[in-house]
Structures are given as structure tokens and as C-alpha cells.
């Protein structure tokens, strides 16, 4: 009796809980957006140290596996593995920026370049010179200069205090920025140092708090999410490296320019799923268009039959198998996840979405195990 009346008593406190949280929602929605806010810079912190963690844990596993546990390599482990996953992203981006960025701006200059035979074209154009010319007759006929420049003067005046606020504003969010920035990083780099001491804190207070069927529920739960994310990561990275070699590979055979520059940012765009290299795509054909429309016209068809490739093929094996999560799924995912957080949610959704069908199907297992080994006996008895 005693059982129950808790039960109860629990599932009584839990209604009245829920009944305060849609009841005051306007409240509790201010709350946790506050809290989000206030700690976004060691969300992110967090966030960083998880990616860093992956490169981090496979220098980790080579650094002198024979000796880890040896006085020097033990203790040198985690700064040196650590650096060394640092660097080799900062290497990564570098390169990826090198490759990018002097190719943009030779693009920038080619387009520049372009514009005044495109405007010595339009002058001797024979309709542009009959039609333009009697339209800005016309108006700058009709025009009083005198009110118009007085206009344009108290305009002036009463948008340079709203210039100067917005200069303001723009110079604080991006010191404000830089600081998130900052905090984020030694938030990230603390977290690396002290992951072990945080894992047997962590342990210990699931052990202490939580009851044992929670405890395991809760530890598999965990367990599944890190894998999960780790695995489409991973993944996502595997994919996106083979699929701007073979966009490289492709536009050289065919004589593409800007192919390293292109490539890079598909390989780099691809990092978004499924709709990241279309998106590298539309750059890569307008960067194109300034050279040759033929040459963009058949870059654009390459691509399609590169990301068919891609999307059938490379996809599924790289990503989809690695999160065993079928390609439909992954679909949903990143349509719903766009639809809800942007970029950022398509990111996260395919994961979280390859955790919850993992769930569902170790669930469904288990299940089945239990009515075979339920039905046995009872087959036996009969027998």
C-alpha cells in the first residue's frame, strides 16, 4: 500500500509540474531562453571540445600505445594529444582557406574586369541609347532641385543618429562575439584537459544519485547519443573529403577553371547533408559563368551526375551505414531539421534521429527475445 500511495503521490507531483509549465509557458520559455543565452559561450565551448575529442581520442590511441603506462608518455598524453588535434584542424582550415580565398578574389577581379566593355556594349547599343536617354530627360526635367536636395539634407540629419547607433551596435556585437569566442576556447580546452577527472566525476554522481534501472537507462542512453554523433561526424567528414577529390578530379579531366577552388567548397559545403553540395554547387557555376556560360552550363550537369553519384552510392555506405540509419530517414531528418534550426538543425537532427531509430529497434529486439523465451516453456509443457 505504501508503494502505491508514492506512485501515486510521484505521478500527482509530475501532473501539477506539467500543469505549471503549459500554464506559464510565456514564463518558463523566458526562463530557459535566459538560461541558453547565458551559457551559449560554454555550450559551444562544449560543443568544440566534443569535435576536438574525436581527432583527439585517435592520436590518443597512437601516441606510444606500448608505453601508456609509463611516467613520461602518461603524463604527456592528453596536452600532447590535444595540440596536436588543435593543429591539425587549424592546418585543415588554413589549406581549405588558402585554396579558397585567392581563387575568390581572382573570380572578384575577373568580374570587375567584365563590367565597363559590358557598359561600352550598352552605350553603343542602339535601343539602349533611344530609349535611356529620353526617360532621364524627362525626369531630371520635371525634378525640383531645390526641394530635393533639401529632403535629401534632412534625411541626412535624422538618419546620422540612427547610423551612428547601428555603427555602435555593430562594434559591440563583434567584440561581444570575439569574447564568446575566446570564453568558448578555454572552456573547450579546459574540458579536454580534465575529461578524465570529469568522467569519474560524472560516474560517480550517476552512481550516488541515480537508481539502479535509471542508472543503466541513463548510461545507454548517453552511450548510444555519443556514438551516434561520433559516428556521423566522422562520417560526414569521410564523405565530404571523398566527394570534393572526386569533384577536383572531375573538373580537371574536363578542363573546369577555379576546379581546386570549387572543389574545396563542395568538399566543405558537403559537410551540411544532402543539400550541402548543391549549395557549393550554385557558387561554384556562378564562378564559372564569369569565364565561360558553356563551361557552367556542363559544370552544372557534372555536378548532378557527381552528387547522383554521391546520393546513391558514396552517401549511403559512408554516412548512412556507419549510423545505420536508412536513407529515407535521413531525409526527414535533415528536411525537418532544416525546417526547425536552419543549418545548425540539419546538423544535428540526422544524428539525434539515428539515436532514437537505434533505441527503437534495440527496443523492438528485446521484445521479441522476451516472448521467444516466454513462448518456449509454454511450447515445451504442450509437447
Request: glycine share 8%.
Amino acid at each position: 500500500m505504501k508503494t502505491s500511495s508514492k506512485s501515486l503521490l510521484k505521478i500527482g507531483i509530475g501532473i501539477f509540474i506539467l500543469f505549471l509549465a503549459v500554464y506559464y509557458w510565456s514564463g518558463v520559455s523566458g526562463i530557459i531562453l535566459t538560461l541558453v543565452k547565458g551559457g551559449k559561450a560554454l555550450l559551444a565551448g562544449a560543443a568544440v571540445a566534443y569535435i576536438i575529442n574525436i581527432l583527439m581520442s585517435f592520436y590518443e590511441r597512437h601516441y606510444f600505445p606500448k608505453k601508456s603506462h609509463t611516467g613520461f608518455v602518461k603524463a604527456t598524453r592528453t596536452p600532447v594529444c590535444m595540440i596536436a588535434a588543435v593543429l591539425s584542424l587549424l592546418l585543415i582550415i588554413a589549406l581549405v582557406t588558402g585554396i579558397v580565398i585567392p581563387q575568390f578574389i581572382d573570380c572578384i577581379r575577373t568580374l570587375i574586369n567584365m563590367i565597363p566593355p559590358a557598359m561600352e556594349k550598352l552605350e553603343k547599343n542602339t535601343l539602349f541609347s533611344k530609349l535611356i536617354p529620353e526617360y532621364i530627360s524627362s525626369a531630371l526635367e520635371k525634378m525640383n532641385w531645390e526641394n530635393t536636395i533639401s529632403k535629401a539634407i534632412d534625411i541626412a540629419k535624422n538618419s546620422l543618429g540612427g547610423v551612428v547607433g547601428g555603427i555602435t551596435v555593430v562594434v559591440s556585437t563583434f567584440f561581444s562575439g570575439i569574447i564568446t569566442v575566446v570564453v568558448s576556447l578555454i572552456f573547450a580546452f579546459y574540458i579536454l584537459l580534465s575529461k578524465k577527472r570529469l568522467g569519474s566525476q560524472a560516474n560517480a554522481l550517476v552512481d550516488t544519485y541515480l537508481p539502479e534501472k535509471w542508472n543503466s537507462r541513463f548510461r545507454y542512453t548517453v552511450g548510444l547519443l555519443d556514438g551516434c554523433f561520433h559516428k556521423f561526424i566522422v562520417g560526414q567528414c569521410i564523405e565530404a573529403v571523398i566527394l570534393g577529390v572526386l569533384c577536383f578530379i572531375g573538373m580537371s579531366i574536363f578542363r573546369f577553371p577555379y576546379a581546386p577552388m570549387i572543389a574545396a567548397l563542395i568538399g566543405l559545403t558537403a559537410l551540411i547533408p544532402v543539400a550541402g553540395a548543391y549549395i557549393g554547387a550554385g557558387v561554384g557555376a556562378f564562378m564559372i559563368l564569369t569565364v565561360s556560360p558553356q563551361k557552367a552550363l556542363l559544370f552544372l550537369v557534372f555536378i548532378i551526375v557527381l552528387q547522383q553519384l554521391e546520393g546513391n552510392l558514396i552517401y549511403p555506405k559512408v554516412v548512412g551505414t556507419s549510423i545505420g540509419l536508412p536513407g529515407l530517414f535521413v531525409l526527414a531528418a535533415v528536411t525537418v531539421g532544416g525546417a526547425l534550426g536552419g543549418v545548425l538543425g540539419m546538423l544535428v537532427s540526422v544524428p539525434l534521429t539515428a539515436a532514437v531509430y537505434q533505441a527503437i529497434r534495440d527496443n523492438v529486439k528485446k521484445r521479441k527475445e522476451e516472448k521467444a523465451a516466454k513462448k518456449a516453456p509454454q511450447e515445451a509443457e504442450t509437447e
